[in-house]
């Protein structure tokens, strides 16, 4: 592969979106073996601990580069409430379903990701009362029968990447979203036919790059 495939540049004014493939075999070495032993243990399904695996070490690859030290170096740690961080100006968030993981980084210190699978079964019903707080929940319910999954889903990945921005966990969310994202911007991102993506980060404004993270190995 030529270096300028391979060199990983990060405006100030930018966040970049990586396409994770979800093979373990290209990942794992950028773990360390505590690492893998702890996702080996911990993970309860083999596609669980192949997502986490692959998207883990892509991870590490991506801000290794970024941090400049070796991938088995970056020093990830956790907030109060359980969002990774990590020291050096890069925000990050991951997330994956089932044959996609996306990673978003950028130098705001507030980053959220979050990808559904466009033809994924949802009882909209369910999830609109189970999540949304009342303005959202009766937008999506008043949308008309075969666009409803659509918009809900779009309606969810706006929400949840905003949550995993501000670092509060999944929770059913009290205010409308204007007001959870307040002082953030958000943007679904196409990153394939069959996915819905967004993401959320702090302003000022960005611009979004989706790349490959199968380029930087």
Known sequence: MNSSASDLSLGDDELVVFRVDLVPGAWARFLTPAQLRFILERMPTEAARRETISCEGALRLI??????VEPREVDV????????????GIGFSLTHTRDLGLIAVARR????????????YVDCDAVADGF??????????????????????????R??????????????PADPFEQ????????????????????????????????SASELL
């Not at 929400?159 to 059913?172: H, Q, Y």
């Not at 980060?201 to 989706?210: H, K, Y």
């Open 63 to 68: 801000l290794g580069r970024l941090l400049n």
């Open 77 to 88: 740690k956790r907030a109060p409430k359980g969002k990774p961080y990590v020291d050096g």
């Open 109 to 120: 210190p507030r980053v959220g990701v979050d990808v559904e699978s466009a033809d994924r």
């Open 132 to 157: 949304f707080p009342p303005k959202e929940r009766g937008e999506i319910l008043a949308t008309p029968f075969g666009r409803r999954v659509d918009v809900l889903l779009h309606a969810f990945t």
């Open 159 to 172: 929400f949840e990447s905003a949550v995993k921005a501000t670092g509060d966990g999944l929770t059913i």
């Open 180 to 211: 959870l994202v307040d002082g953030m911007l958000w943007q679904h991102v196409d990153v394939g036919r069959n996915w819905i993506a967004c993401v959320t980060a702090d302003g000022p404004q960005w611009s979004v790059r989706v790349r």
